[in-house]
C-alpha cells in the first residue's frame, strides 16, 4: 500500500486494533480486572479518544493512538487538525481527559522499527501550547515508556501515575 493519506488511516486503525488486543491480553496476563475498548469512530463525527481503559489497577486511561512511518514524519500541527469551531484534537482531548479524571497516554507506532512508545498525553498538550512543532526519537525515548511483550503491571502503572495524570505531568517539569 502506498504511504499516503489512505494507507496512514488503514495503518492507524489497525494499530488501534491491535493496541486494544495488547491491552487486553497485558490485564488477563496480568491478573488485572479491567477492560480496554475502542471508542466509536464513524468518520464524520467526533471521537474524543481512541481507547479507553478502566481498571481497578492500572486506573481510568484515555490512549490516543498515531501511527508513522518514522519519527521525522511526526510533526504535532499533523496530530492537532482542527475540528469544530476551530479546536484541535489535541486540545478537545486534553479536556476530555481532564473532565472525565482519565490519566492520558499517547501511544505511537513508529512502523519502521516496529517499535511502539507510550508517552504522556500532557507532555503533546504541552508542547502544542508551546507551538513547539516537532517531537524528536530522543524526546521519545526520554520520556516515554516502550510497550514489550515483558512490560509489567507495576512499571506500566507507575509511568501513568507518575506522568501520565492530566496536570500532575505539568508540576512535575516546570
Not at 500500500?1 to 495503518?11: E, F, I, K, L, T
Not at 486494544?20 to 487486553?24: A, H, N, V
Given at each position: ?11 492507524g486503525?489497525d494499530?488501534?486494533d491491535?493496541l ?5 491480553e ?6 488485572c480486572q479491567g477492560?480496554?475498548y475502542?471508542?466509536?469512530d464513524?468518520?464524520?463525527?467526533y471521537q474524543?479518544?481512541d481507547?479507553l ?10 490512549v ?7 519519527v ?5 500541527w499533523?496530530?492537532?487538525?482542527s475540528g469544530?469551531f ?14 472525565a479524571?482519565r490519566?492520558?497516554?499517547m501511544a ?7 517499535d511502539v512508545?507510550?508517552l ?6 504541552n508542547k502544542?501550547?508551546r507551538q513547539?512543532?516537532?517531537?524528536s526519537?530522543r524526546e521519545?525515548?526520554?520520556?516515554g515508556?516502550r ?8 512499571s506500566?502503572s507507575?509511568f501513568?501515575?507518575?506522568w501520565?495524570e ?6 512535575r517539569?516546570y
Open positions: 500500500m502506498a504511504r499516503g493519506q489512505n494507507a496512514s488511516r488503514d495503518y486503525k494499530f488501534e491491535n486494544r488486543l495488547y491491552f487486553t497485558f490485564l488477563k496476563k496480568n491478573s477492560i480496554c475502542k471508542m466509536h464513524d468518520g464524520a463525527g474524543p479518544i481507547l481503559i478502566d481498571s481497578r489497577e492500572l486506573g481510568y486511561i484515555g490516543e493512538c498515531k501511527s508513522t512511518y518514522e521525522e514524519d511526526l510533526e504535532l499533523k496530530l492537532n487538525r469544530e476551530g479546536i484541535g484534537q489535541i486540545e478537545r482531548q486534553h479536556a476530555f481527559l481532564r473532565n479524571g490519566y492520558g497516554i505511537i507506532e513508529i512502523r519502521k522499527s516496529g512508545w507510550f504522556p498525553h500532557q507532555h503533546i498538550f502544542i501550547e513547539d512543532t516537532h517531537l526519537l521519545i525515548k526520554d520520556i515508556l510497550q514489550s511483550k515483558n512490560l509489567d503491571v507495576s506500566f507507575n501513568v501515575r507518575e501520565c492530566t496536570g500532575a505531568y505539568y508540576e517539569i
